[in-house]
């Protein structure tokens, strides 16, 4: 069956400029989540949506960074004004209601 | 210190050996735990679940020790094929499922 997939898969951006970024869950996964993954770095959790609640935005390092999810499914994660320290690969995950989650590819984003 | 500490590695082990991995973890209230396999490149995948009575998955073995807040990864008969990284997860309570990693130990088997 399909995975978590994410696009584009690679995104080069310059300095200043918006981008986004989208997440297709699994099929009939209620919650979806966003890490970002650093060179060098541990996966860091961004944001957390679970059906209609509201998200958990704790992980979001700035207020440049934004995300949305759509009628329950699709998301887009969107970073304004993007900064140099921004270049990561941003990881999208879903899950049923249990705990284990499945990762898409990521989205490789380099700001220049 | 970070809630999940693992041995960065790289572990560099031959053919068919036995290598063993561990983590620990700074909140008590931890509720779950995994270990996920990362190749180079690739998005994180559920290697197995971590359950307290231990739990065994063909040549992978994991155990949890919530006393002393550790978790690890028993990998015996090692295959070329086991190179990766291995993340050890844990999940806070609070209802989110929030996903902790560690950093991540790396594995390199050689022929």
């Known amino acids: 069956g399909a995975g978590v997939s994410q696009s584009p898969s690679n995104k080069v951006t310059e300095k200043g400029k918006d981008v986004e970024l989208r997440c297709d869950p699994i099929?009939?996964?209620?919650?979806l989540y966003w890490y970002r993954q650093s060179l060098g770095q541990g996966l860091e959790f961004l944001i957390y949506?679970?059906?209609?609640?509201?998200?958990?935005k704790s992980g979001l390092p700035s207020d440049r960074f934004s995300a949305e999810r759509t009628g329950g499914s699709v998301s887009t994660l969107t970073i304004q004004r993007t900064q140099q320290e921004d270049s990561a690969v941003y990881l999208c995950?879903?899950?049923?209601?249990?705990?284990?989650?499945?990762f898409g590819p990521g989205t490789r984003l380099t700001v220049l | 210190r970070k809630e999940v500490e693992q041995d960065p590695g790289p572990f560099n082990v031959p053919e068919g050996a036995t290598v063993a991995f561990n983590c620990t973890y700074s909140?008590?209230?931890?509720?779950?735990f995994f270990w996920y396999r990362q190749d180079c490149r690739k998005e994180p995948k559920l290697l197995m679940s971590?359950?307290?009575s231990g739990n065994e998955d063909g040549r992978f073995t994991a155990q949890l020790n919530r006393a002393s807040q550790y978790i690890s990864l028993l990998i015996r008969d090692s295959k070329l094929s086991d190179s990766a990284t291995y993340l050890c997860?844990?999940?806070?309570?609070?209802?989110?499922?929030?996903?902790?990693f560690g950093t991540g130990t790396r594995l390199k088997v050689l022929a």
């Open positions: 997860v844990v999940t806070s309570r609070g209802g989110t499922y929030k996903y902790i």
């Open positions: 909140n008590s209230a931890s509720q779950s």
């Open positions: 949506f679970q059906g209609n609640s509201a998200p958990d």
């Open positions: 995950a879903s899950s049923l209601e249990t705990v284990v989650q499945f």
């Open positions: 099929s009939g996964h209620t919650a």
């Open positions: 971590v359950y307290s």
